[in-house]
């Protein structure tokens, strides 16, 4: 089973920050969250990943809660190519395995 | 550019044929990964491999089999005893099995059956 929570879908409007939540709340210490997309019929492309610390690269913004249960990741400026599936993926250092849930999938609207 | 190639995008199979999916990775990463994905679902690992001439299972592997002999090279079989093959097949790879580095993947292979 997944080891992640995150709502079945979610609506933005183009132009805004998109904001995904994602719930973990059994994470261990060794574990990595992993962000994920998948737009339709393509293969998945991995956004950005964190262990405690907040991580900014030129796609995303992740913040993860300082009990490290939860985390957030922010699209600041969405686009309409951003429309697509999101995958919150915990993984332990150690681990080779993802372990995927069923994603958000997130509409941005013009 | 460096990435993953997997080839056909879409293939056909017959009642009782085995096919094989190519995956092909121009990243020097030593860990390959195939995955299948049903609608509506996440990712589920088939097979893995760490180095050349080593893999290993991974959840679902029946019906399935895979060779790595070469580092930028991973095909997948899906045989005859696989009795629900069609599905979205996915090859990803990594720098290595362990770390924190991410898994990357090819566009996917998509399998009906006819």
């Known amino acids: 089973d997944a080891k992640t929570t995150q709502p079945t879908s979610m609506d933005c409007a183009e132009g805004r920050a998109a904001n995904l939540p994602c719930n973990h709340s059994?994470?261990?210490?060794?574990?990595?969250v992993y962000w994920y997309r998948q737009i339709h019929s393509q293969g998945p492309q991995y956004i950005i990943h964190?262990?405690?610390?907040?991580e900014t690269n030129e796609m995303a913004s992740l913040i993860i809660t300082e009990d490290r249960k939860s985390s957030t990741l922010i699209l600041p400026h969405a686009t309409l190519r951003d429309t697509a599936v999101y995958y919150c993926?915990?993984?332990?250092?150690?681990?080779?395995?993802?372990?995927w849930g069923a994603g958000t999938k997130l509409i941005i609207k013009p | 550019d460096g990435g993953i190639t997997q080839s056909p995008k879409y293939l056909f199979r017959k009642e009782g044929q085995n096919v094989t999916l190519s995956c092909e990775q121009n990243?020097?990463?030593?860990?390959m990964y195939w995955y299948r994905q049903d609608p509506g679902q996440g990712l589920r690992l088939i097979y893995y491999?760490?180095?050349?001439?080593?893999?290993q299972k991974g959840d679902i592997a029946e019906g399935y089999s895979v060779s790595r002999e070469k580092k930028e090279s991973f095909p997948l079989t899906v045989t005859s005893a696989q009795k629900n093959p069609t599905a979205f097949y996915l090859c990803?790879?990594?720098?290595?099995?362990?770390?924190?580095?991410?898994?990357?993947f090819g566009d996917g292979t998509r399998l009906s059956i006819l």
């Open positions: 491999s760490q180095i050349v001439n080593d893999f």
């Open positions: 990243l020097n990463h030593d860990a």
């Open positions: 059994t994470i261990s210490g060794n574990e990595y």
């Open positions: 990803a790879s990594s720098i290595g099995r362990q770390g924190a580095q991410p898994q990357h």
């Open positions: 993926i915990v993984r332990a250092y150690s681990n080779y395995q993802l372990i």
């Open positions: 964190g262990l405690k610390n907040n």
